[in-house]
């Protein structure tokens, strides 16, 4: 069997479609996974399939049972295409699997044409090694990855089997507490574990209305947005849904409108506007609220009570909101958003079907976040007290080592690459694939050299939000720090 199945993921295919592929496969995944399974069963013993397909399936945990079926059987090589078209989106690989039951003495031969198509770079690897390897990982054997597999290959496939099962989920490691608790106290510095089982966190706040509780402080670069956008946003809303002056406080326009009105005033017109013709009149998730600084609550004067359920409105009521990061930046972020945290408004959140409140348990706590769309290189960072959205994936620390140190270890260059060869190779980087990372427990010396190296790039991207230094001067600066910082953690890792 020969072929290049459709690259269609699960998101583009009817319900229909997924019922039958379940009651068929027992599963609805990517197409060019079913063709796999299907290819496979055509053949007859000892015939060979080579497919070029994504090759997302080397990694991703949702992969794991395709990646199970070839190492049932004998892989007869793997040519990494990567990305030999312009117009293409994903990287590829051509995979040639032979239907025979899987000999320990097989020999895969690899070749990486990543960097030169023509020209492969060729590797053998015994199949023994991915059929080890945490999570049945498949990756290029490069002496630099084989060198870590011998290192942490071993140690991290029993982490991962003894414990991914409670921690794979926030209410798994709820459930499993006790037991987390005893393995938290028995670790040594030199000690491997995985990163969810020494935090607790998850994904945070979904409001199902943004324009209603979200606003963007004025001081930030993101509030020009919103001053540029509202009058088409408006204009094109009365065009469309004919929209009368009296529902516009009588204004004779709308740039009048919001040049006139207080920004209380403009927020309450676009809400009541929003309310009556529809909550995606201006756009999905629009945030048309503009608040000074002064507006914000001292988060750290809060009691207990108002963070669980709300500000009163005769007091300051908005609280930071950590809504992700477009721009990436690591080791800090000043969020140029606020949310409205009004008695009124969580008591919605709380109830409302189109909202996902993920519960008191992770806001107004510190921690550390990533942005989840990883370029190159992961981006993580530090969390200051508040409340933070879907889209700040977030993680808290359970044990005597500071959160900094996570941001440390996930911002090295080493972190990047064993997520891409060992965990997930393709540009998403999610909170499950977060819990997989293997954690060095540090020594007092280590963990000291590693303070130093965080509160340096710290007080630089501070310096760069507070406008002491330039955008382009701090990243120099932080260049800088990158060397050290994985300097540290090659040492800590033992790879030089």
Sequence with gaps: VIGNPPYVGTK???????????????????????????????????????????????????????????????????????????????????????????????????????????????????????????????????????????????????????????????????????????????????????????????????????????????????????????????????????IPLEELCSFTSPDYLLNELKESEIAEVFDKIKEKYGRDIFGQGYIYRLIDDDEIANVDNLTEDEKQTGISRDKNYYVPYDKGDKDGNRWYLETPFAIAWSRENVGFLKTDPRARYQGYLYFFKEGFCWTDVNSTYLKSRIKNIGVFDVLSMSLFTQVEIPDWYFVCLINSKFISFYVDNFINSTSHFQINDARQLPIVIPSSLQLKRLEEIFNSALQIKEKQFSKEISEESAQIKLEHIQKQLDAEVLNLYHLV
Excluded: M
């Excluded at 060198?147 to 794979?168: A, F, N, P, R, T």
């Design 12 to 242: 583009k295919r009817s319900a229909a479609d997924k019922k039958n592929l379940e009651n068929e496969f027992g599963f609805a995944d990517d197409l060019y996974s079913h063709f796999f399974f299907k290819g496979i069963n055509l053949l007859e013993d000892g015939g060979s399939l080579s497919y070029i397909t994504s090759k997302t399936f080397w990694t991703i945990q949702t992969k794991r049972n395709l990646r199970e079926l070839l190492l049932s059987k004998n892989i007869s090589y793997i040519f990494d295409t990567a990305n030999p078209f312009e117009s293409a989106v994903v990287d590829t690989a051509i995979t040639t699997v032979k239907n025979s039951t899987y000999e320990l003495e097989n020999t895969i031969k690899f070749f990486d044409g990543s960097q030169n198509l023509l020209e492969p770079v060729i590797f053998e690897v015994e199949q023994e090694t991915y059929v080890n390897a945490q999570n049945k990982v498949i990756f290029k054997p490069s002496p630099e990855n084989l060198k870590i597999y011998e290192l942490y290959g071993s140690k991290v496939k029993e982490l991962h089997e003894k414990w991914w099962d409670k921690i794979s989920t926030s209410r798994k490691i709820d459930q499993n507490r006790e037991e987390l608790e005893r393995f938290r106290k028995s670790l040594q510095p030199g000690d491997i574990a995985l990163l969810g089982c020494l935090t607790e966190g998850g994904v945070g706040l979904q409001t199902g209305n943004n324009g209603k509780y979200i606003a963007v402080r004025k001081s930030t670069k993101w509030a020009n947005n919103i001053l540029e956008s509202r009058p088409k946003k408006l204009k094109d809303a009365i065009e469309k849904y004919n």
